[in-house]
């Protein structure tokens, strides 16, 4: 059987999750070695907080084990609606709402549900990276915008007007940003509204799954911008803040004409979520965030602490990240510079380097959109971060 006839361009096209990708060389050679550290996955290293599991129990023994709506459970979307309104000073009807099966499946569902084949979607860059093949997937040409550690990764109003074009059908953007950890301020935010507002048939994507590990200012929902209404898609969910990455509940708040888009192709491909996690989800948004707000500050400990050790490196730059849990320096000095054996001349190399000869696991920043940085994940304890970039300090001591 010809394998290449017999699969799709789209999916020949597609590139590999990187960061998966770099999480499975680190297992396989956990395989060899007793001192694998992986730094490469974006996932809390915190369990589900004991409330929410007891909530899920209790949900099971409900019988809480059957079909759900496409849109989610009436409870769930309610309990969505009021953090809305709480947090985000956004107000959805419960028309307005839709959960999905992770907020990846809220963002790619709008794509499928918005861009035609051609259709431009500009992407600020660095981006998560699966957003360029949700956009390819759907027929639509990603944009990326380009922002360096100078500007602290944030794009600006100027560089946004200056992409646009008739064919921009969308912007999709994360804050806090995976990977940079940046995060828009009101202030920015305000700015970037003015030139969209200019734009009337462009949709706003905004990826809040960070939300809650914000370590400046509260956190603003640019769909709280009066001048976007009805032209925002704000996407959420359970995993980051509430450590629940395996439950698979992400969840989009945006006019009711995408999310009735959205529930027809969802019906077609999932259905709705799980019935027991929506039950557990629905109770967790309403009960005490205490222990979200411990996770934040752990994690606010450990950001500290891997700035301050890549302070001592040379070579290598680090922003100041105000939310997730992630750095992204930039190792653009070491590009044409050797140990004797390898020579490093992209992120790429950096990363392979680090990982052969340290047996710690980073991710390239060129799989997010700039090729002179890697991401490192702080959701790791702080002994192993110690030692993890102890060993790329020592390391990088021999390079010339």
């Not at 980073?362 to 110690?386: D, K, M, Q």
Request: glycine share 8%; with cysteine; charged share 20%.
């Amino acid at each position: 059987m010809n394998v290449s006839h017999m699969l799709t361009n789209r999916v020949q096209s597609m590139e590999e999750s990187a960061t998966l990708k770099m999480s499975a060389k680190a297992r396989e050679l956990k395989t060899k070695f007793d001192d694998v550290i992986s730094l490469s996955l974006g996932e809390p290293d915190f369990d589900t907080p004991e409330h929410i599991k007891a909530f899920a129990v209790q949900a099971l023994a409900d019988g809480y084990t059957k079909y759900t709506p496409v849109t989610g459970l009436v409870e769930y979307r309610k309990a969505i609606q009021t953090k809305f309104k709480r947090d985000n000073d956004l107000e959805y009807g419960m028309d307005e709402i839709i959960v999905s099966n992770g907020a990846k499946q809220s963002i790619s569902n709008i794509c499928q549900a918005i861009v035609q084949e051609g259709d431009e979607v500009i992407v600020f860059s660095p981006y998560w990276v699966s957003y360029s093949d949700i956009v390819g997937l759907a027929g639509g040409v990603m944009v990326p915008i380009k922002a360096d550690i100078e500007q602290d990764f944030k794009v600006t109003a100027e560089q946004l007007e200056k992409a646009i074009t008739p064919r921009t059908k969308a912007i999709l953007f994360s804050s806090p940003c995976n990977p940079s950890g940046s995060v828009f301020t009101k202030e920015e935010l305000e700015d970037l509204a003015r030139v969209i507002s200019m734009h009337k048939n462009i949709l706003v994507i905004a990826d809040e799954i960070y939300e809650y590990i914000n370590f400046g200012k509260k956190h603003f929902s640019i769909g709280a911008i009066d001048s976007l209404a009805g032209r925002v898609a704000t996407v959420n969910g359970m995993a980051k803040g509430f450590a629940m990455t395996g439950w698979r509940l992400g969840y989009m708040g945006g006019p009711a004409w995408l999310v009735k888009a959205c529930a027809k192709l969802q019906g077609q491909v999932t259905s709705g979520a799980n019935a027991f996690g929506q039950k557990a989800a629905s109770q967790a948004l309403l009960a005490d965030l205490g222990p979200t707000m411990k996770m934040k500050e752990a994690f606010a400990i450990r950001r500290e602490l891997v700035i301050n050790l890549f302070k001592n490196i040379p070579g290598i730059k680090c922003n100041d990240p105000k939310g997730a849990f992630y750095v992204f320096p930039d190792i653009s000095e070491y590009f044409g510079k050797s140990d004797g054996h390898i020579t490093i001349n992209s992120s790429e190399d950096f990363c392979e380097a680090i990982l052969e000869n340290t047996h710690v696991a980073l991710v390239p920043g060129i799989a997010f959109g700039n090729g002179n940085c890697f991401r490192l994940s702080y959701a790791a304890s702080e002994e192993n971060l110690t030692d993890a970039i102890g060993r790329i300090k020592k390391y990088l001591s021999s390079f010339k």
